[in-house]
């Protein structure tokens, strides 16, 4: 199976700062890789598809990027609904394995 | 609008067997796969298989083969899991969510089921 290696476990970060989350995979993905946002209590959202596209409806201010075994999300102006917990999760190979999540705060 | 609505919450004796159900609406339930993910309290996700409601095909993983059964319902627009042989480690919130045949994230989710595992 391929691992997903997610940094950092924690961030805290303040409004309107830029926040990269990190996520690297065991072997070549191949783009095949997808960002979530899960707030408390509340079900993963998909937020950006294919290493870098956005997700219907989601803000501008997220984008992705990366190639290979190397991926992040940016979140732009971080906002207070921004405070969740955000996972990655590479679908470019059965079975499909996510990362153990990035706690935001604020700070 | 797409909507994925699971079953309640679950309290379960350590060796019983439980029926997670999802019911779709708002999309063609034959055009997507259905997944099953599992989320230990405080812990990451971890997925557990999936089905194609268009011929109930599944696939597995290997750790969750002998854990959970996949099946869907197109007349009800239905999926369910059942999870036999309960212990602790089963003590999780389960979710259902919808995938695209082309595409193979997960775009729209259940609300989750709560399943704790107690005597």
């Known amino acids: 199976d391929i691992q997903m290696t997610q940094s950092p476990a924690s961030l805290s970060a303040s409004l309107g700062e830029t926040v990269t989350i990190e996520c690297r995979a065991s072997e070549d993905i191949y783009n095949g890789l997808a960002w979530y946002q899960q707030k408390p209590g509340k079900s993963p959202q998909l937020l950006i598809y294919n290493a870098n596209s956005l997700h219907t409806g989601v803000p501008s201010r997220f984008s992705g990027s990366g190639s290979g075994t190397q991926y992040s999300l940016k979140i732009n102006s971080l906002q207070s609904e921004d405070v969740a917990s955000y996972f990655c999760q590479q679908y470019y190979d059965y079975p499909y394995t996510f990362g153990a999540g990035t706690k935001l705060e604020l700070k | 609008e797409v909507q994925l609505q699971q079953s309640g919450p679950e309290l379960q004796r350590p060796g019983a067997s439980v029926k997670l159900s999802c019911k779709a609406s708002?999309?063609?339930?034959?055009?997507?796969?259905m997944y099953w993910v599992k989320q230990r309290p405080k812990q990451g996700l971890e997925l557990i298989g999936r089905?194609?409601?268009?011929?109930?095909?599944?696939d597995y993983v290997e750790k969750f083969k002998n854990k959970a059964t996949l099946t869907a319902d197109t007349s009800s627009n239905t999926a369910y899991m059942q999870l036999s042989s309960l212990t602790s480690e089963d003590t999780a919130t389960y979710f259902c969510?919808?995938?695209?045949?082309?595409?193979?994230?997960?775009?729209?989710w259940g609300q989750g089921a709560s399943v704790t595992v107690s005597s």
């Open positions: 708002g999309y063609t339930f034959t055009e997507y796969y």
């Open positions: 089905i194609d409601p268009e011929d109930c095909s599944t």
């Open positions: 969510a919808r995938g695209p045949y082309e595409q193979l994230y997960m775009d729209a």
